[in-house]
T-cell receptor, first 114, second 114 residues
């Protein structure tokens, strides 16, 4: 069966520090991969999605970047965190083909920038 | 660009009663998929139900059913025989078939009263 791992679960970082959140998927090949951010009590905002290695689409201009160095690995990064980067970050995957296949989410990372 | 709107930030229902959560969306596409996700306090995203736009028949999953009105671009979720465990935030989502992106609404927080 497929599983998705996302870490760390919680992170507190000072303003101006770098960020690296990692997400890996097991049990499937060529997945679509996604990074979402959820502000407190709000909906999910799509940040990045990837349909293959090295293929990253950015949805909103921001202080963040994403990379997909391997088929089942998706990394969210920042060189210098801002206070506004605080939030709950969710990684997700879906099968590459088949629009009705749902997104499967990781457990999320709660990021607090101080 | 596609958008998803959930006009009810909060809803409440008495245990064992029925509640309907509203969702509307905007798209120029003729084929797409719609989803409802549940996010309990653990913040894990759980798929509740899905609907293919080309199907006229409304999807049903046990106590959960949808009212899909394609012309009106409406996709409401009905929860029958509400249980305390149904208390959560519910998100409506639209999936673009070409990109695979899943666009979420702002969510509706459902409270179930004993």
């Amino acid at each position: 069966s497929q599983t998705i791992h996302q870490w760390p679960a919680t992170l507190v970082q000072p303003v101006g520090s770098p960020l690296s959140l990692e997400c890996t998927v097991e049990g499937t090949s060529n997945p679509n991969l996604y990074w979402y951010r959820q502000a407190a009590g709000r909906g999910l905002q799509l940040l990045f999605y990837s349909v293959g290695i090295g293929q990253i689409s950015s949805e909103v201009p921001q202080n963040l970047s994403a990379s997909r160095p391997q088929d089942r690995q998706f990394i969210l990064s920042s060189k210098k965190l801002l206070l506004s980067d605080s939030g709950f970050y969710l990684c997700a995957w879906s099968v590459l083909t088949g629009g009705n296949s749902p997104l499967h989410f990781g457990n999320g990372t709660r990021l607090t920038v101080t | 660009a596609q958008t998803v709107t959930q006009s009810q930030p909060e809803m409440s229902v008495q245990e064992a009663e029925t509640v309907t959560l509203s969702c509307t969306y905007d798209t120029s596409e003729s084929d797409y998929y719609l989803f409802w996700y549940k996010q309990p306090p653990s913040r894990q995203m759980i798929l509740v139900i899905r609907q293919e736009a080309y199907k006229q028949q409304n999807a049903t999953e046990n106590r959960f059913s949808v009212n899909f009105q394609k012309a009106a671009k409406s996709f409401s979720l009905k929860i029958s025989d509400s249980q305390l465990g149904d208390a959560a935030m519910y998100f409506c989502a639209y999936r673009n078939l070409n990109t695979g992106k899943l666009i979420f609404g702002q969510g509706t927080t459902l409270q179930v009263k004993p």
